[in-house]
């Protein structure tokens, strides 16, 4: 078909409605204007032979399920116990399906981010919206727990570690198996958690690792957090990795008093950039429930820190000053505390470039 009037119709002869899998063999973003009903996502998720359009189904669907659930969350006060049946069935023929390339599935298998969720919605709530998506893992973990642990398991056979592309897909797959066996809050998730963590072969799974354990509460004296202090303290690139994975996946309640104590640690340069970016960064634009916490704590730790660094670095103090870039998207009392914490940085004898930055964000 050639397209070649501003508006055209074409008519097909079918028997019965089909379901469309668009944008075939397609790899850029080609937007089409066409509303799918659920359960034709629900089958091209599970169904689809494209990669795109299966990986676009997925992420729609994953998409209405968590909207769903944090509208639930909104409206009750009570995160939902179940999933809709037609969604669990397509979800299991997804992770049953061994003809997908292994580090393809790892990609269906991740479910959204909360950076990407609180770009769509209005006025997002961050703490609904991390607490929806934890609940979403909880519940994949826990459903379908015994294939997760008998993937794993068969994932783990033979972990010689080299840098073909089937091992990398095949330590993806693994590493995102784990987050939801973690997820699930069991004795068997924690058990291959631990052994996860203490078998590592490699950074990516060892990195991982603590990421689960940072996720799940561990504190800074926690055994995995110290080990692999301990383990790679002489190696600057690997610490500026444990420095961020702590900011960004520490729990709300106690990070801002972690953080604190992170930037006393006699590893900590805070004259070199990529520790900053490590620390505070990653706080500010990953740890989005406690840099937007409603008592504007996080905005005021990140504002304090923007004015230290602005004295040395005033290209990084102005980067880390667009942590308040949306001002104009989340509710009046976050935005109204943004708004007095910047007016208060533009009383200070800030650069130019962060000046430019934080009075943008008043104007508009």
Known sequence: MELTKLEES?????????????????SAPVLIDYEYDFSELLHLMGQDADAYCRYEA???VYDKIFKDEYSHLKTTGNLKPDFPPEFISAF???IKDEAIDQSFKAYLLDLPSQTGLSQ???????TAIADVLSNMRTKLGKTFQDIFIKDYDQLSMNQEFDLSPSSFGKRALRNQ???????????????????HFQNATNMTDESFAL??????GAHLDHPAVHDFYEKWKGDSLVMIKWFATLAANSESKDVIEKLMRLEQN???????????????????????????????SG???????????????????????SSFSMINKVDEGRAGKMREILQGLLKEKISRDTYEVVSSYLKT
């Open 177 to 195: 198996i784990l987050s939801f066996l973690v997820a699930s809050k069991t004795q068997e998730g924690l058990e291959r958690l631990h052994s």
């Open 10 to 26: 074409f008519e097909f002869p079918f028997h019965e409605r089909p379901i469309l899998s668009l944008n075939r063999g397609f």
């Open 58 to 60: 997925t992420q729609k």
């Open 92 to 94: 299991e023929i997804l």
């Open 211 to 216: 990421g689960q354990f940072v996720k799940s």
């Open 266 to 296: 006699m590893l900590f340069k805070a004259e070199i950039p990529n520790y900053l970016r490590a620390l505070y960064m990653q706080f500010a634009k990953n740890n989005l429930r406690a840099f937007h916490a409603k008592d504007g």
């Open 299 to 321: 905005y005021a730790f990140i504002a304090e820190r923007v004015k230290r660094i602005d004295q040395l670095n005033p290209q990084v103090a102005s980067r880390l000053a």
């Open 120 to 126: 769509e919605l209005a006025a997002p709530d961050f």
